[in-house]
């Protein structure tokens, strides 16, 4: 039987073969145009800090539609990870977005993608809501249910790593390359650090940046 979703929506957009023991329902807003010829539309993008066999779900749909079952070409979810090793999981029924789950083969920053199909919001400036179900995570990479916004200055070619203190604390300067993204801005969903590491590729020198929830902060 499918798991009664948490998030008010139809019963299609859950999994039918795990029972979440960490699901997280909350709300964002697209910030600029996506970079995508093949979908072109308002854009927004998250940092995550998975640790290696973890799994994490995801559900997005625009406000202005509601919780809508499998609806394909609304939105995209695609995840960028500075280490190697994305696996997409397999789910019975589902095979694309807005829903995915993802196992990570290793640890590292990932950045996670919105993008939304234009003719159905338009510009920027749109709401979404995003059920993020934590289907298996390390005591270090559990989801605090806290979001932070972020953004990082410098020049498009740069890259700039982010990691939680905890994670990072015995780092040498090459460690650093599996958490590093692109300047820009995101949103943060944080874990149990409220201190995380910040440093410019190759990192010959390390900032700390406190991060809460409800926080916008900006770096350098």
Known sequence: MPIPPPCGGPPEVMSVDTVPWHTWCLRDT??????????????????????ANDSLEFYAAPVALGLLPYAPNIVMLQ??????????????GVTDAPFVRY????????????????GV?????????????????????????????????GDSTERVAIVPASVGA?????????WAVSPGDYGVLLV????????????????????RDGVWARWP
């Open 30 to 51: 697209t910030r600029q145009m996506g970079p995508y010829e093949t979908m072109p539309g308002p854009w927004a993008r998250w940092i995550l800090f998975p640790a």
């Open 79 to 92: 995840l960028q990870m500075a280490a190697k090793g994305i696996w997409r999981e397999t789910l019975r």
């Open 103 to 118: 196992r990570f083969l290793a640890a590292g920053t990932t950045v996670l993608e919105f993008t939304f199909e234009g």
């Open 121 to 153: 919001l338009g510009d920027p400036g749109n709401a979404f809501d995003v059920r993020v179900v934590q289907i298996a995570a390390s005591p270090a990479s559990r989801l605090a249910r806290a979001r932070a916004r972020l953004t990082i200055g």
């Open 170 to 178: 015995h780092f040498t300067a090459t460690d650093y390359r599996a």
């Open 192 to 211: 149990r650090d409220s201190l995380y590491e910040m440093c410019k590729l190759p990192c010959a020198r390390v900032d700390a940046v406190h991060l």
